[in-house]
């Protein structure tokens, strides 16, 4: 059974580190792309990144480039979302999600879900 | 705001069709036939329900089903249950540089 398993709940300060996680198991983990999926309260769905979980290609939706860091670690299935000064504007809910069949245009799988609160 | 504009919020009885529009650009929805649809219960993660514009992955009902005409795509469903009340949201192929692009999502309400 195809599971992403996010890491849980974070409550921060303003201008403090965060490094999330995404386990993957159930699947062969090198062969797709993993998002990470930004949803803010009451809002819609927006794509920060994506990267290849093979070779590590890392790729950033314009409006979050310089602001995270998404990295993976092959040797435990693992994708992570980091911020190094985390804002308030930071708080939202953040998804992983594996890219369909291969590819990274659709999303068949995802995580549970991490929910940030950035707050002083 | 999204890149992808869809109306707030849909309603329908149950066992009425309802449709959802998904309105982009020639830069995305109108240049790619790469549309999906995802269904999101309150606190839940999103699910694929619709990819490749009218494609549903394996165990979607057949009462939902995508068309794309222009620069709209639209999600219909289909003898509207209790349980497909739910967020939508749609997303879009939008280029090598700015990956997928999602709207703001749609509440659909069964009255």
Redesign the interface.
């Known amino acids: 059974e195809v599971q992403l398993v996010q890491s849980g709940a974070e409550v921060k300060k303003p201008g403090e580190s965060l490094k999330i996680s995404c386990k993957s198991s159930g699947y062969s983990f090198s062969n797709y792309w993993v998002a990470w999926v930004r949803q803010m309260p009451g809002k819609g769905l927006e794509c920060m990144g994506i990267i290849y979980l093979r070779d590590s290609d890392t790729r950033y939706s314009p409006s979050f480039q310089g602001q995270v860091i998404i990295s993976v670690d092959k040797s435990i299935s693992t994708a992570y979302l980091q911020w190094r000064s985390l804002r308030a504007s930071d708080s939202a809910m953040y998804y992983c999600a594996r890219g369909y069949d291969g590819g990274y245009q659709y999303f068949d799988y995802w995580g549970q879900g991490t929910l940030v609160t950035v707050s002083s | 705001q999204?890149a992808l504009t869809?109306p707030a919020s849909v309603s329908g009885s149950p066992g009425q069709s309802i449709t959802i529009s998904c309105t982009g650009s020639s830069a995305d929805v109108g240049h790619y036939d790469?549309i999906?649809w995802?269904q999101q219960h309150p606190g839940k993660?999103?699910?694929?329900i619709i990819?490749?514009v009218n494609e549903r992955?394996s165990g979607v009902s057949d009462r939902f089903s995508g068309s794309k005409s222009g620069n709209t795509a639209s999600l219909t469903i289909s003898g509207l249950q209790a349980e497909d009340e739910a967020d939508y949201?749609c997303?879009s192929?939008s280029g090598v540089?700015?990956?997928?692009?999602?709207?703001?999502?749609t509440k659909v309400t069964v009255l």
Not at chain 2, 97 to 105: A, I, K, N, Q
């Open positions: 999204s869809q790469i999906s995802y993660a999103p699910r694929l990819y490749g992955p949201h997303c192929y540089r700015t990956y997928v692009v999602f709207g703001g999502g």
